[in-house]
């Protein structure tokens, strides 16, 4: 099964964030927070301005992201777990 966002809706798959500290100190699971940074799986076909066009989003698939930690909504696809925001809960694209 293929999920397609809606109109500006992003579909982001959270990156695992390392398990060491600089200092390699291990951190258990259960006092991980959650990363802030994912790729971006599917994207929607962007949104309408007020005189009725379409605007495409700037994100594109594949890209990696920066969002804040309250972002989007998780939902789980086939034992997969991603995020729905919209594009302006994106706060970056890392190059």
Request: no cysteine.
């Amino acid at each position: 099964m293929q999920v397609r966002p809606l109109q500006d809706r992003v579909l982001v798959e959270r990156l695992d964030e390392e398990t060491k500290t600089a200092g390699g100190i291990i951190i258990p699971d259960n006092n991980k927070e959650k990363p802030a940074q994912g790729k971006v799986v599917a994207v929607g076909s962007g949104y309408r301005n007020s005189d009725g066009t379409l605007v495409a989003l700037e994100v594109k698939e594949g890209d990696t992201v920066i969002f804040g930690k309250y972002s989007g909504t998780e939902v789980k696809v086939e034992g997969h777990e991603y995020l729905v925001m919209k594009e302006d809960e994106i706060l970056a694209v890392l190059q």
